[in-house]
């Protein structure tokens, strides 16, 4: 079909070489008001058919055009448009004279010829570009504008973008990601280009995101003083009601300055042994890591190694202190820095017994039992708990008779206190002592004694405090909570694994 139009129109731009007013009054010519220009067309070059003047003496011009034949400067456009957009594509063929004619192709099916559109989606302008208003995903083909007779093509692949779309400020960030840096302030839009009413709906990590009601209303997202936390998959859907409704994705990094942290502030060792720092800590871009002591940075030695490692949550850098003696102990400072900024986390060396750490408690009635754990390589010799009601500013002391060695080479040891307490709410903490010292006190624990109803004897199977010990030292519920670390570990380090587990928390 499209073979016999083109001879047609070739067979009738011939005869309009010698005819011209035969082929003129055909459906395919030009309106009356061209007819001079038609006429003069290949001898007249001051008018505007500027495109085709090459430099040199106009002289010599007139039969050198005359010759050329119509070319594109370029062969191949492609066009990107939004759904709705009015969207012209131009057939801009130099040397186009006026027996030549533009037919136009979407992909193989003939649009139009001339200035004629077969087509009602589009139309075609006086300078042979086709204009297609309102433009549809259906639209989105290749292009073809083809002169005759010469038979040059140009195409133009014309893609018509996604029903929403998302903005980051202003841009067009849909299924790409962008890279915030901490602090900033953007404005994530929602945008849908569909006929119907759409609720636009943002998620955030496969979470609903909730934002005030004029902004969803809107499809507004705003990021102020961005963080680490803001990072991850933002998504938006354009509620149309359909099966299959219109989403869009951004990816969001953010670079913030890192954030340093440690399990273990105080580091109990003894003389002679290794000890280990440990410095946490989070950052993006990368960030490099190190120890200062004494205001010195500490470079590899005899006496200090470094190891880093990868961790779920965060990286982690150990120093590894050998042959520890006195001057080894006081401030270690682990230095993070990366292109954003800097942080520290100061840790301690020291003899005396590390912080408590609460494990967990077990309420009888107005009875309570609580365990801790604490490292000391050291012997430890004595504990204190401190108790008070919530309200009050005094606290009360007791001497805990019942600290365990719980693990030998970790120098773990297990602290049980068991009390009676009068209902309500209550605060515990504790701190250890050992041949070098005290430790610190334990972070508060809470516990709530409820008002007893007269009941059954509840208190009847209360059991003695070295069996709660024992009972602490479940293996099922260690398995649970830590259950990556204690896999492959015999019931002995299973201990220590989950008792190094809580000391972190
Ligand atoms: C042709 O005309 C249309 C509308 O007048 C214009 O948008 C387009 O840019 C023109 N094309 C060329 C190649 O000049
Ligand atoms: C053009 O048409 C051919 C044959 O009909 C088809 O295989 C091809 O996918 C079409 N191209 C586009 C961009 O639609
Ligand atoms: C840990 O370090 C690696 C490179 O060594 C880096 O790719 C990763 O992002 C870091 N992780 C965190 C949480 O900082
Ligand atoms: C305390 O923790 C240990 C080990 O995690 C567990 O076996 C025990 O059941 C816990 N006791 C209570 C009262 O939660």
């Known amino acids: 079909m499209r073979g016999a139009t083109t001879w047609m129109l070739l067979i009738c731009l011939l005869i309009g070489q010698f005819y011209g007013e035969l082929c003129r009054a055909s459906p395919i010519g030009e309106e009356d008001s061209t007819v001079p220009e038609y006429q003069d067309d290949d001898y007249d070059y001051d008018g505007d058919d500027d495109a085709t003047s090459p430099e040199g003496p106009p002289a010599e011009i007139v039969e050198d055009v005359q010759s050329l034949p119509p070319y594109f400067d370029q062969s191949d456009v492609s066009i990107q448009a939004r759904p709705g957009d009015d ?31 077969i087509n009602n989606r589009v139309e075609v302008m006086k300078n042979n570009s086709l204009r297609i208003a309102g433009v549809t995903r259906e639209d989105a083909d290749d292009y073809y504008c083809e002169v005759l007779p010469q038979g040059v093509r140009q195409h133009t692949a014309l893609s018509v973008g996604a029903k929403l779309s998302i903005l980051c400020d202003g841009r067009d960030v849909t299924d790409r990601s962008q890279t915030f840096k901490q602090g900033d302030h953007h404005r994530l839009v929602c945008q849908t280009f569909l006929p119907t009413k759409t609720d636009i709906k943002w998620s955030f990590n496969g979470q609903r995101l909730h934002t005030s009601e004029k902004e969803t209303a809107e499809g507004v997202v705003v990021l102020d003083n961005v963080d680490e936390e803001n990072a ?35 580091v109990n060792t003894i003389e002679g042994d290794t000890a280990e720092l440990y410095c ?17 940075t500490l470079s590899l030695s005899e006496k200090y190694s470094i190891k880093n490692s990868l961790h779920k949550e965060h990286n982690r850098t150990t120093l ?11 401030e270690y400072l682990c230095h993070v820095e990366n292109a954003i900024g800097s942080n520290e986390v100061r840790i301690q060396l020291s003899y005396s017994p590390e912080t408590p750490q609460f494990e967990n408690s077990s309420i009888n009635g107005n009875e309570v039992t609580m365990h801790w754990l604490v490292r000391s390589l050291q012997p430890l010799s004595e504990a204190m708990l401190d108790y008070k009601l919530s309200m009050s500013y005094t606290w009360s002391t007791v001497s805990i008779i019942h600290t365990q060695r719980h693990d030998k080479d970790n120098g773990i040891w297990k602290i049980t206190h068991q009390m009676e307490l009068t209902p309500g709410l209550w605060h ?35 059991v003695p405090p070295e069996d709660l010990v024992r009972a602490g030292f479940g293996v099922g519920a260690s398995s649970k909570t830590n259950a990556a670390c204690t896999k492959q570990l015999l019931p002995i380090a299973m201990l220590a694994g989950l008792s190094i587990s809580l000391l972190r928390l």
């Open 87 to 117: 969207v012209t594509i131009n057939c801009d063929a130099r040397n186009f004279q006026i027996k030549n004619i533009a037919l136009w192709y979407k992909n193989t099916t003939l649009l139009a010829t001339g200035q004629s559109a």
């Open 232 to 266: 991850g998959v933002y998504q938006c859907l354009g509620d149309d009601g359909s099966a299959d409704p219109p989403h869009g994705m951004v990816t969001v990094d953010v670079q913030y300055s890192p954030k340093v942290s440690t399990h273990r502030h105080h």
């Open 280 to 296: 946490d800590y989070r950052a993006s871009p990368i960030a490099i890591s190190f120890f200062i002591k004494d205001g010195k």
């Open 320 to 330: 590894i202190i050998k042959h520890v003696e006195d001057s080894d102990l006081g």
């Open 428 to 462: 515990a903490r504790i701190k250890t002592k050992n041949t070098a010292g005290w430790s610190h006190f334990s972070p508060e624990h809470d516990i709530l004694i409820k008002e007893q109803e007269e009941s059954t004897e509840i208190d009847e199977g209360a």
